[in-house]
Nanobody, 129 residues
Framework: QVQLVESGGGLVQAGGSLRLSCAAS????????MGWFRQAPGKERESVAA????????YYADSVKGRFTIPRDNAKNTVYLQMNNLKTGETAVYYC??????????????????????WGQGTQVTVSS
């Protein structure tokens, strides 16, 4: 059974940076898609960034392009969400997710929440003004 453990959330000022970590275990992740999602108070959960572990393009939501990246450490089965120039509206609980997937040339496919069947517990990110 896939387990995902997130860490790295906290309080940061607007314009600051934060890096979240997601340690994955219990699966053969070369055939998995990994994604970061977030849910702000009173809003639906939305995709932030996602990729297929074996390769291909990375999906980024338009709102985070140029500011967020999703590096990974294959040896540690760990995925990160590097968030730069954070905005107050990005206060949310951030979730890591994993799901078995195949290659699609359009990375938007990996933003689909229904693709993922394993979720982390979530980590709170609060961006203050």
């Amino acid at each position: 059974q896939v387990q995902l453990v997130e860490s790295g959330g906290g309080l940061v000022q607007a314009g600051g940076s934060l890096r979240l970590s997601c340690a994955a275990s219990g699966g053969t992740f070369s055939s998995y898609a990994m994604g970061w999602f977030r849910q702000a108070p009173g809003k639906e959960r939305e995709s932030v960034a996602a990729f297929l572990w074996s390769g291909g393009n990375t999906y980024y939501a338009d709102s985070v392009k140029g500011r967020f990246t999703i590096p990974r450490d294959n040896a540690k089965n760990t995925v990160y969400l590097q968030m730069n120039n954070l905005k107050t509206g990005e206060t949310a609980v951030y979730y890591c997710a994993a799901g078995s997937a195949r290659y699609y040339s359009d990375s938007y496919y990996y933003a689909t929440e229904g693709l993922y069947d394993s979720w982390g517990q979530g980590t709170q990110v609060t961006v203050s003004s």
